[in-house]
Nanobody, 115 residues
Framework: QVQLVDSGGGLVQAGGSLRLSCAASGSIFSINTMGWYRQAPGKQRDMVARMTSGGSTNYADSVKGRFTISRDNAKNTVYLQMNSLKPEDTAVYYC?????????WGQGTQVTVSS
């Protein structure tokens, strides 16, 4: 019903930057939340940042001041600008769209930060 395609991951040195993108398609309601979650091996999937269609944002404490989420509602696209990356940010990052009672997920994009 809803498809998400995320991209933009890669390998960077500590202190570097990456920009993730995610485009959604399908049966998307006008009121929704899009965001990014990440999961490292052996750990649970945690929220990194999310933004409602009205512009309200939430960030994990560990990324505040370094990551910025934005979205283009007309394109159903969400972005995550990641600056001052740390090795602890290494994980698979998953795009998410939540509407009504359902969560949808992208395929994931690998972010690796070397020390």
């Amino acid at each position: 019903q809803v498809q998400l395609v995320d991209s933009g991951g890669g390998l960077v040195q500590a202190g570097g930057s990456l920009r993730l993108s995610c485009a959604a398609s399908g049966s998307i309601f006008s009121i929704n939340t899009m965001g990014w979650y990440r999961q490292a091996p052996g750990k649970q999937r945690d929220m990194v940042a999310r933004m409602t269609s009205g512009g309200s944002t939430n960030y994990a404490d560990s990324v505040k001041g370094r990551f910025t989420i934005s979205r283009d509602n007309a394109k159903n696209t969400v972005y995550l600008q990641m600056n001052s990356l740390k090795p602890e940010d290494t994980a698979v990052y998953y795009c998410n769209l939540a509407q009504r009672t359902t969560y949808y997920w992208g395929q994931g994009t690998q972010v690796t930060v070397s020390s």
